[in-house]
């Protein structure tokens, strides 16, 4: 009679309705945390590509700049875009973990199994806990996935800025003063070239000249 009784609560509809209501905040959950991460490593791939393409830009022999300021604006542009979908990402993933602990606390009577309300009540001491002992976020503190990728995230932009600048300043100042220097260089061998010119002409003795010499030499010679 117990047996049948409990074989009737399987397949009761409440506990039908409940059970999928688990599986597909579950489902929800899972699917907006595996997105965050997999757009989260696919801006650090593309990011470190460009921001490896803007260094090379740095090159002494390189004068195409406008690559680099492009890069750089890129880069710059791509952190906030991804900032943005991380941020919705978290909401959505947060909503769906708000969802399955409004679940355990209304059918997991026992605390102990209400897997996702002991983890933030965990966590949040020891974040408490971590602050009194280490004010400093960088001494040997615990960082959420949030912080860290907002860290990355604003690292990436502040890089993709700076290089875009250093591209401005090598298409606008350094070029400029380089072609400068060309130009006065070329000044200076066309000057040096014409000069050794004109003294060359003065070592050679006029025709004209020489022929007159001669013939006064004759002409001396006949009336002797």
């Known amino acids: 009679m117990g047996n049948q009784k409990n074989k009737d609560k399987r397949f009761d509809k409440s506990y039908i309705e409940n059970k999928d209501i688990l599986n597909t905040s579950w489902l929800y959950f899972q699917q907006h945390a595996q997105q965050r991460i997999s757009y989260f490593n696919f801006f650090v791939a593309f990011s470190t590509l460009l921001t490896t393409g803007m260094i090379s830009t740095f090159q002494g022999d390189f004068k195409n700049h406008y690559i680099g300021i492009f890069l750089g604006i890129t880069q710059a542009f791509l952190s906030v875009i991804f900032l943005k979908i991380d941020k919705r990402n978290k909401e959505l993933t947060k909503h769906g973990e708000n969802i399955i602990k409004k679940i355990e606390r209304t059918y997991y009577k026992d605390k102990s199994l209400r897997l996702f309300s002991i983890e933030e009540?965990?966590?949040?001491?020891?974040?408490?806990?971590?602050?009194?002992?280490?004010?400093?976020?960088?001494?040997?503190?615990?960082?959420?996935?949030?912080?860290?990728?907002?860290?990355?995230?604003?690292?990436?932009?502040?890089?993709?800025?700076?290089?875009?600048?250093?591209?401005?300043?090598?298409?606008?100042?350094?070029?400029?003063?380089?072609?400068?220097?060309?130009?006065?260089?070329?000044?200076?061998?066309?000057?040096?070239?014409?000069?050794?010119?004109?003294?060359?002409?003065?070592?050679?003795?006029?025709?004209?000249?020489?022929?007159?010499?001669?013939?006064?030499?004759?002409?001396?010679?006949?009336?002797?």
Not at 135 to 157: E, Q, T
Not at 161 to 166: F, Q, S
Not at 195 to 221: A, F, Y
Request: charged share 25%; proline share 2%; with cysteine.
């Open 121 to 224: 009540n965990e966590t949040e001491k020891k974040r408490n806990q971590e602050r009194k002992k280490y004010p400093c976020i960088w001494c040997k503190r615990g960082m959420s996935h949030g912080k860290a990728f907002l860290h990355i995230f604003w690292a990436f932009f502040i890089i993709g800025l700076i290089g875009a600048m250093i591209s401005l300043y090598m298409l606008f100042y350094v070029d400029e003063n380089t072609n400068n220097k060309t130009i006065e260089l070329n000044y200076y061998q066309n000057n040096i070239y014409h000069n050794d010119h004109i003294k060359m002409d003065d070592n050679i003795p006029d025709v004209k000249s020489t022929e007159d010499t001669i013939n006064n030499i004759h002409k001396k010679i006949d009336i002797k």
